[in-house]
């Protein structure tokens, strides 16, 4: 596979659940993301992480918990959330965190409905 | 605050060229892309411009004004598969990524 993969592409969980959505790349690069996309909003950056170390979290609550074990994987594990949660995450990866001409590369994201 | 501002939506017809503005207020500028995300599908790359000036690839171009905080996507011969939402962004002196909330753009035969 090439390229920034998401599992699952769907997700419905109550609001006592635990789940976690997984993310893979493929390019090599040193930078993964996870991004909140709710509709007709912003994307919202929810955590960075550059060289397998987190470097940004955008006062997140503790409800999303990020996780990556190497520099080709990024999982957010979930628990407890609320239903305003719902949303497309997305993930995305880039060769450097710390640069201008930064172009992402996203994942088809995952489709969360929280009950 | 930091802010980028797009119109929510466009329609356009088959064949036409339509510009889509994008204008921002950023702590810094390390350059601002332009990304296509279909329904249901992964943001993808267009454009990006960090100099004053116009940027052409093939049907689509991109244009900056620093000074002026403006930037357009501009798309020529419009085809049906040109209907996707285009997500405009700029990276701030914090290497910080700032998205406006998209346009979605209607393309009609």
């Known amino acids: 596979e090439t390229g920034v993969t998401q599992t699952p592409r769907h997700l419905v969980m109550g609001m006592t659940n635990k789940k976690s959505l997984k993310c893979e790349q493929h390019?090599?690069?040193?930078?993964m993301y996870w991004y909140k996309q709710s509709a007709k909003k912003p994307l919202e950056l929810m955590f960075v992480y550059s060289l397998e170390e987190r470097v940004e979290n955008n006062s997140v609550p503790s409800r999303f918990s990020p996780e990556c074990p190497n520099s080709s994987h990024l999982f957010l594990h979930l628990h407890t959330l609320q239903p305003e949660d719902s949303a497309l995450y997305l993930c995305?990866?880039?060769?450097?965190?710390?640069?201008?001409?930064?172009?992402?590369?996203f994942g088809a994201g995952s489709r969360l409905t929280v009950l | 605050g930091q802010n980028i501002d797009q119109p929510t939506e466009m329609t356009a017809t088959e064949g036409a060229i339509v510009q889509i503005n994008c204008t921002y207020q950023t702590s810094g500028f390390n350059g601002l892309f332009w990304y296509q995300q279909h329904a249901g599908e992964a943001p993808t790359f267009l454009s990006y411009n960090v100099l004053d000036g116009l940027e052409e690839k093939g049907r689509f171009s991109s244009f900056l004004s620093r000074s002026k905080g403006y930037s357009y996507l501009l798309l020529k011969e419009l085809q049906m598969k040109d209907s996707a939402s285009y997500l405009c962004a700029v990276t701030d002196s914090n290497y910080q990524l700032i998205w406006g909330a998209g346009t979605k753009l209607i393309i009609k035969p």
């Open positions: 390019l090599g690069h040193n930078a």
């Open positions: 995305a990866s880039s060769q450097d965190h710390y640069s201008g001409a930064n172009v992402l590369t």
